[in-house]
């Protein structure tokens, strides 16, 4: 299983960024994949979530409305769209997938928002 992230960087306070996920190892179209994010010095936490088929997402209550999660299942990526960006959401993202209970993660993308 591999997981690996892209897309992250440095934007300005309001600005956007698009991350991109992309799967390899696993029959991707048959799982829920998610988002997490770790800022320093604070606990990881999920972002959003996709099931399977792309239908289904949630998101957490701060990332509402700000932040899309979608899914290619053809290309074995799932995205997180990322709009109106805060300093506070500076953060490691990580994809994360749990096969057979067992979580496999990628090693994460740094996004820092700062003008």
């Known amino acids: 299983v591999q997981l690996v992230e892209s897309g992250g960087g440095l934007v300005q306070p309001g600005g956007s960024l698009r991350l991109s996920c992309a799967a390899s190892?696993?029959?991707?179209?048959?799982?829920?994949m998610s988002w997490y994010r770790q800022a320093p010095g604070k606990e990881r936490e999920l972002v959003a979530a996709?099931?399977?088929?792309?239908?289904?997402?949630n998101y957490a209550d701060s990332m509402k409305g700000r932040f899309t999660i979608s899914r290619v299942n053809a290309k074995n990526t799932v995205y997180l769209q990322m709009n109106s960006l805060k300093p506070e959401d500076t953060a490691v993202y990580y994809c994360?997938?749990?096969?057979?209970?067992?979580?496999?993660w990628g090693k994460g993308t740094l996004v820092t928002v700062s003008s």
């Open positions: 994360k997938v749990n096969l057979y209970g067992i979580n496999y």
């Open positions: 190892g696993f029959t991707f179209s048959m799982y829920a």
């Open positions: 996709i099931n399977s088929a792309g239908g289904s997402t």
